[in-house]
């Protein structure tokens, strides 16, 4: 309009300069809203159609019903309001029970493809759990027993920057002892790796306790009755009583034989100690070794682990037991009788005379 006016006043007849591009998208942006202004409707985007029916976002436009806000909640313009929206009409369309974890939905389908993968072979194994059972009559076996009943725990070390020689001594000191005993001789030994050890010890110590529930000393006199502990198969033979793990505080300590020979006095059934003790060779490592006239050899530094098995002091009550019962056993099969007093007949020769 501006173009026309000033052609009308001026009288000039010239041909329009050219537009710049951007110019021209301004025009087209404003024609397009004067026509939605003036009721024209405007071009559909069917991309964007598409999206809104798919996420449901028709229910946010201007002219489908609003969602009251809650206390607490994320606006209706975040980034993820689309992702929850989402999750609720899935899980309302699917109908089936999803379990969360925070706020991350789980398929019951999935976790159980990933817990029991073969369900067949589940069932054979329960089955066939079910038929010993049975024919057994609910009896345990001496192995089953001892680990329903006993306590044991293995730990393993990191690689440590020794060599099997050195570190199978201090395995050897450790092993038979009790876990406060190694403490205290890894603790005042002048090896440099001992330090190392003593580390190890203390870790496995404190898993034993957490994991297992090892080393927590006396239970009452109630709890001690009710507590399972070893059948006495042959206590009439031995006349040595069943010792439990769980020993009332009242009870005398029992002197026992370990296995090298040596008298160890038990006062605690709980009380921790190292079972074995053993190493474990590691990977080598690399370290250069200037020698003279510009020479470098390589060294070959080792790597060592130790491993520690940990029970408690019932298990070596329990061998000590089955060492005595076998011992008098045997004495009795094999008791000496003495002969009847009768005389003795034989030929009789030249060498021989009555």
Known sequence: MVSIDLTLHTGLHCNPSPIPSRLRHQQRRAASSDSNDQGTPARSNPILDEYRR??????????GP??????????????FEDDRRTQQQVAETSGA???KTGNTPRDPQNMLRV?????????????KKVIQALKKGGRLTKEQFVKRTERKHLAKSENMKT?????GMLARQITGKTLEEAIVQMRFSKKKIAQEVLKHLESARDEAVVMRGMGLGHLSATEAVDAPSMPPSSASITGIQPFSTAVPSSMSPLDIELKNGKR???????KIYVEQAWVGR??????????????????RTPWTSLTIVLKEEATRVREWQEKEEKRMKQRKDNVWMPLPDRPVQGPRGQWYSW
Request: charged share 25%.
């Open 163 to 167: 060599s099997v020689k050195k570190l």
């Open 115 to 127: 817990l029991d993968p073969d369900p067949n072979a589940r069932e054979r194994w329960e089955r």
């Open 282 to 299: 590691g990977p080598f490592g690399q370290l250069p070794d200037y020698r003279a006239r510009g020479r470098v050899y390589i060294m």
């Open 54 to 63: 798919q996420h449901g976002n028709a229910q946010n436009t201007p002219g």
């Open 97 to 99: 029970a999803e379990t």
């Open 264 to 270: 160890h006095t038990v006062a605690d059934a709980s």
């Open 66 to 79: 609003q969602i009251a806000p809650k206390a607490g909640d994320i606006a209706s313009s975040s980034i």
